[in-house]
T-cell receptor, first 115, second 114 residues
Framework: DAGVIQSPRHEVTEMGQEVTLRCKPISGHDYLFWYRQTMMRGLELLIYFNNNVPIDDSGMPEDRFSAKMPNASFSTLKIQPSEPRDSAVYFC?????????????FGPGTRLTVT | GEDVEQSLFLSVREGDSSVINCTYTDSSSTYLYWYKQEPGAGLQLLTYIFSNMDMKQDQRLTVLLNKKDKHLSLRIADTQTGDSAIYFCAEIPLFSGGYNKLIFGAGTRLAVHP
């Protein structure tokens, strides 16, 4: 299995620009999670989906952030407009309810720098 | 409430055992996990333990769970330089609104020196 795939691995953009992060979960997994990691706040859950439906988006910082999952194999996290304080590493993770241990598998992350 | 606490740093000598500790507050937690994060990488699942167990061993890793004290530990035997990383403890509270929402600790940075 290829694991969770994220792209791009690094993104540098200027303040005010739109940023789109992409994720392909592990095939057969029905849960997908987006996290953000910073030194100050640690690992934060932004939003998660079950069977492509957003279940909990209470961690999304503000309206500038949006996430979609148009099908079982693809999700995007969009920031528009981006701000320097959005600089962080963004992780996507997936899991399967069929595994009673509910463990989540993480992608390698996208390091976002907003200047 | 939901909270997971870990000490931030641990330094050990190569070849010694490392013990990383974690406390959690939600007594309804069903599964507890240990993840490892190497520099520039994502979180890698190391092991997990179900709440009705008190110990799990997997090669050099031993997980101990004290449910009464809500204390979880990860012991790494014969610690190697490749074990240098950040280790995250995580739990799934039973009533987490979807039963799949991991609560992570802040992570313990393990430094292994010769």
């Amino acid at each position: 299995d290829a694991g969770v795939i994220q792209s791009p691995r690094h993104e540098v953009t200027e303040m005010g620009q739109e940023v789109t992060l992409r994720c392909k979960p592990i095939s057969g997994h029905d849960y997908l999670f987006w996290y953000r990691q910073t030194m100050m706040r640690g690992l934060e859950l932004l939003i998660y989906f079950n069977n492509n439906v957003p279940i909990d988006d209470s961690g999304m910082p503000e309206d500038r952030f949006s996430a979609k999952m148009p099908n079982a194999s693809f999700s995007t996290l969009k920031i528009q407009p981006s701000e320097p304080r959005d600089s962080a590493v963004y992780f996507c993770a997936s899991s399967s309810r069929r595994r009673f241990s509910y463990e989540q598998y993480f992608g390698p992350g996208t390091r976002l720098t907003v200047t | 409430g939901e909270d997971v606490e870990q000490s931030l740093f641990l330094s050990v000598r190569e070849g010694d055992s490392s013990v990383i500790n974690c406390t959690y507050t939600d007594s309804s937690s069903t599964y507890l996990y240990w993840y490892k994060q190497e520099p520039g990488a994502g979180l890698q699942l190391l092991t997990y333990i179900f709440s009705n167990m008190d110990m799990k061993q997997d090669q050099r890793l031993t997980v101990l769970l004290n449910k009464k004290d809500k204390h979880l530990s990860l012991r790494i035997a014969d610690t190697q330089t490749g074990d240098s990383a950040i280790y995250f403890c995580a739990e799934i509270p039973l009533f987490s609104g979807g039963y799949n929402k991991l609560i992570f600790g802040a992570g313990t940075r393990l430094a292994v020196h010769p």
